[in-house]
């Protein structure tokens, strides 16, 4: 079936190193690909999309590409700040556009400074 | 502005009794979304609304859990009786219909004993 298959935390990482956090995905089609970010006590946010093929997503220093090759949306960060610590979610929403969206289980990430 | 807004941010009740959650989505926006987050099984989607019609609620886990949306600045969750586990984190989310991007609250924090 169509779902979101995310690496599994926690990733525990030193301030200003790089970041990858891999996402792959199953569906038919196209589907918009997301990443939202949880910071600690609070509801998740996006952090950026890509709605087609090789489109990259970015925001706050985070990068993702869209690859339909290998089916995966994988969220980049060249220097990662102790602020970032959060727990990312992967998400995709189906090829229609009322289709909901569908949420990976999420990579809790620790920077240490 | 004032985002989603939920209530009571925490909550701790007695096995059997009734729990009702509060949400209060952002004006305008004609979608709202139930979320249900835990460690085991992360962020579920429990039912969401469309111009205040319930659209899916195929997540909703079984008859205890009832969801109400009487007009376009309020829902309630109500959970009746409520079982241990139900505890976890309740989020409340919305957006314009359609719309990629959705704007989740602070959660309510349930705890059944």
């Known amino acids: 079936g169509n779902s979101v298959t995310q690496m599994e935390g926690p990733v525990t990482l030193s301030e200003e190193a790089f970041l990858t956090i891999n996402c792959t995905y199953t569906?038919?089609?196209?589907?918009?690909l997301f990443w939202y970010v949880q910071y600690p006590g609070e509801g998740l946010q996006l952090l950026l999309k890509?709605?087609?093929?090789?489109d990259k997503g970015s925001n706050k220093g985070f990068e993702a590409t869209y690859r339909k090759e290998t089916t995966s949306f994988h969220l980049e960060k060249g220097s990662v700040q102790v602020s970032d610590s959060a727990v990312y979610f992967c998400?995709?929403?189906?090829?229609?556009?009322?289709?909901?969206?569908?949420f990976g289980k999420g990579t809790r990430l620790h920077i240490l400074p | 502005d004032a985002g989603v807004i939920q209530s009571p941010r925490h909550e701790v009740t007695e096995m059997g009794q009734e729990v009702t959650l509060r949400c209060k989505p952002i004006s305008g926006h004609n979608s709202l979304f139930w979320y249900r987050q835990t460690m085991m099984r992360g962020l579920e989607l429990l039912i969401y609304f469309n111009n205040n019609v319930p659209i899916d609620d195929s997540g909703m886990p079984e008859d205890r859990f009832s969801a109400k949306m009487p007009n376009a600045s309020f829902s309630t969750l109500k959970i009746q009786p409520s079982e241990p586990r139900d505890s976890a984190v309740y989020f409340c989310?919305?957006?314009?219909?359609?719309?990629?991007?959705?704007?989740f609250g602070p959660g309510t924090r349930l705890t059944v004993l």
């Open positions: 890509a709605t087609k093929a090789d």
């Open positions: 998400a995709r929403r189906g090829l229609n556009r009322d289709d909901k969206i569908i």
């Open positions: 569906a038919t089609g196209y589907p918009s």
């Open positions: 989310a919305s957006s314009f219909v359609n719309s990629d991007t959705q704007y």
